[in-house]
């Protein structure tokens, strides 16, 4: 199952509200998580279930969808939040993930 | 608090089998699946394979050929064995365990990571 990320890099503010979107190549249900990748760091949970937030993730974080199409929202983008965001689905064999979304600073 | 822990060599030879262990802290090795993920520099993750507590793994059909995913609950690690590297093997090697025993559960703990280099 092949996931595709847009936008591939996008420049916010901060307070900005910032929208990432996952396409799957076929029904996912929601078995779709979303991960956020500091430099020289291991991936971190921050979404699974397209929409249930990871303990401790702070609220401004939130995801939806089902199917093939599912979304990421920052609702107000803080400095800690520049990072790179990638969606994986666990639907199925081979998991697999998005080319990830690299939020940079305006 | 459940950590893991990659070790191995950072540099191996084309031709030859890149060999990794991940070491379990604070948890047994039961119920979960344990997982092993690469990142090519400036690339996305790849999913490499995961093993259960049985010993049933899962391959990513693309390296299904050379990859071997095993466990070892007296030492509480498992390992990667993946052969006839060349240099698109190169990559930070991660081991990760799911959040939960769902069949769909995302993966909840990460290494660190180990940045292996193929190169004569």
């Known amino acids: 199952i092949q996931l595709t990320q847009s936008p591939s890099s996008l420049s916010a503010s901060v307070g900005d509200r910032v929208t990432i979107t996952c396409r799957a190549s076929?029904?996912?249900?929601?078995?779709l998580v979303w991960y956020q990748q500091k430099p020289g760091k291991a991936p971190k949970l921050l979404i699974y279930?397209?929409?249930t937030l990871q303990s401790g993730v702070p609220s401004r974080f939130s995801g939806s969808g089902s199917g093939t199409d599912f979304t990421l929202t920052i609702s107000s983008l803080q400095p800690e939040d520049f990072a790179t965001y990638s969606c994986?689905?666990?639907?199925?064999?081979?998991?697999?993930f998005g080319g990830g979304t690299k939020v940079e600073i305006k | 608090q459940v950590q893991l822990q990659e070790s191995g060599p950072g540099l191996v030879k084309p031709s030859e089998t890149l060999s990794l262990t991940c070491t379990v802290s604070?948890?047994?090795?039961?119920?979960?699946?344990w997982n092993w993920l690469r990142q090519p520099p400036g690339k996305a993750v790849e999913w490499i394979g995961n093993?259960?507590?049985?010993?049933?793994?899962n391959y990513n059909p693309s390296l299904k050929r050379r990859v071997t995913v095993s466990i070892d609950p007296s030492k509480n690690h498992f390992s990667l064995k993946l052969n006839s590297v060349t240099a698109a093997d190169t990559a930070v090697y991660y081991c990760?365990?799911?959040?939960?025993?769902?069949?769909?559960?995302?993966?909840?703990?990460w290494g660190q990571g180990t940045l292996v280099t193929v190169s004569s």
């Open positions: 990760a365990r799911a959040l939960s025993t769902s069949r769909w559960a995302p993966l909840g703990y």
């Open positions: 604070g948890g047994s090795l039961s119920s979960f699946s």
């Open positions: 093993v259960y507590y049985s010993g049933h793994t």
């Open positions: 076929q029904d996912i249900s929601s078995y």
């Open positions: 279930a397209a929409s």
């Open positions: 994986q689905q666990v639907n199925s064999y081979p998991l697999t």
